[in-house]
């Protein structure tokens, strides 16, 4: 059965093509520095929006129209599984990504839900054998259901620790299981209303010792996966524990965890921190954390998570930027679309084009990136803005040889200071003018 109405797969037609089912800048097989763009971008299908988001908001019921909603139970998640694979074969994409209650339904019991877990990820398992596609990384949902209302590591209740780390080992297993490349942590309820009472000392702790009793049965099993937390800044939590990338990296370190974690990082989550998605990119590079990627969009206008198809290209430029600087690239991650069609695409037919939007707009991202460093483009506007610093006092502040005694008595000489133009109009239209003509 076809849940696509037997869409073919999507081919590169390149620019100048009118097809609507067809990519006009990504062809996975063009080489860029060295590694085709299927290789750069190793992109992942978000399994809950494409597959069990319903197009529902806080304001209204869902409007999406599904094949596979026919089905209820477990005849639904086995359905689900059928379409995955089948948007999968038409996008070509390599890999996908899911939470643990997005492909099997909880039963009345700890032990019914292991056991739905098992039927279908021996399905899905079959179905990566038959068609050669590979999880990039699976997570736990822990924060959907009424039990995780205080959180899951960082509950008040040890019964709901307990549960979340029943979850967790299961989740593990499903892992290596089905060979994910990554594991990720996101934690969608760990934070806090309201310090008034609330532990912060022993929530964070909790969460620590979580987070290394993970690491810890990941050896166990021989499961190799790299490791990683997604930050998020709010919602649902007012307070999150994991706000942005240099807050992850902190809790990290403190823990000792940083040898064993990378970040994930996602565009819409990065805005809501009031960060753009290129900083959060440059903080994780910088400390040797970036990890992998969920590509998505937020819309300015709007307060929440709205995660939108990427299609804005200056973003996309500016990641590709950042991975392309990377050591090792997109590494083990990968460009996972955790991204959701408009409540008004309500057609199964709209998850394909948007898909597409998607993957051409991190295409064109990739060329004019690359584009970018060829030429040295933003390195020589920056290399001019601290000449200062290779030079005469600068040269002595960098290479630690000033110390405030030689500042003071170079600064008491008063020579008259000369500032020059950062030039911000101008590199911005530089860069417009490589991304319209690459």
Not at 359 to 368: E, S
Request: contains cysteine.
């Amino acid at each position: 059965m076809s849940y696509f109405d037997g869409v073919p797969q999507i081919q590169f037609e390149g620019k100048h093509s009118k097809n609507p089912l067809a990519f006009k800048f990504y062809n996975p097989d063009q080489i860029v520095l060295g590694k085709t763009m299927r290789e750069h971008m190793r992109f992942a299908v978000a399994y809950w929006h494409s597959f069990t988001a319903n197009g529902s908001d806080p304001f209204g019921a869902g409007t999406a129209v599904r094949g596979w909603d026919q089905y209820t139970g477990m005849d639904l998640a086995k359905a689900r599984v059928e379409a995955c694979f089948e948007l999968l074969h038409i996008l070509n994409v390599d890999y996908f990504c899911f939470h643990d209650r997005d492909i099997a339904p909880e039963g009345s019991s700890l032990q019914e839900t292991n056991r739905n877990l098992d039927t279908i990820v021996a399905l899905i398992k079959d179905n990566m054998r038959a068609s050669g596609k590979k999880l990039l990384w699976n997570t736990a949902n822990m924060f959907t259901h009424p039990r995780f209302v205080h959180g899951a590591a960082t509950t008040s209740n040890a019964d709901v620790f307990a549960y979340a780390a029943a979850q967790v080992k299961k989740a593990l297993e499903h892992g290596k299981e089905l060979g994910a490349e990554n594991y990720v942590f996101w934690g969608g309820r760990e934070g806090y209303e309201t310090l008034l009472n609330t532990d912060m000392g022993l929530e964070l702790d909790n969460l620590a010792r979580f987070m290394h009793m993970a690491v810890d049965y990941a050896k166990e099993i021989g499961f190799d996966a790299q490791f990683l937390i997604e930050p998020k800044p709010k919602e649902p939590s007012k307070h999150q524990y994991d706000f942005d990338a240099a807050t992850s990296i902190a809790f990290l370190q403190k823990y000792d965890l940083l040898r064993h974690f990378k970040l994930n990082i996602e565009a819409n989550h990065a805005t809501l921190a009031g960060h753009t998605f290129e900083h959060e990119l440059r903080v994780s590079r910088l400390n040797g954390a970036l990890g992998s990627i969920d590509a998505n969009q937020g819309d300015m206008l709007l307060g929440w998570d709205t995660d939108e198809f990427p299609t804005d290209l200056y973003s996309t430029t500016l990641a590709m930027y950042e991975i392309l600087q990377n050591e090792g690239g997109i590494g083990r991650g990968g460009v996972n679309f955790d991204a959701k069609v408009r409540r008004s695409s309500f057609e199964a037919i709209d998850v394909v084009y948007a898909h597409i939007a998607g993957m051409d707009a991190f295409a064109r991202g990739l060329q004019v990136a690359t584009k970018l460093l060829e030429d040295r483009v933003l390195e020589q506007a920056i290399d001019s803005r601290y000449a200062s610093f290779r030079s005469g006092i600068g040269a002595d502040i960098v290479s630690g040889k000033a110390t405030l005694s030689s500042l003071e008595a170079y600064a008491l000489e008063n020579k008259p200071i000369v500032n020059v133009s950062g030039r911000l109009e101008l590199i911005k239209s530089t860069l417009n003018q490589y991304i319209l003509n690459t």
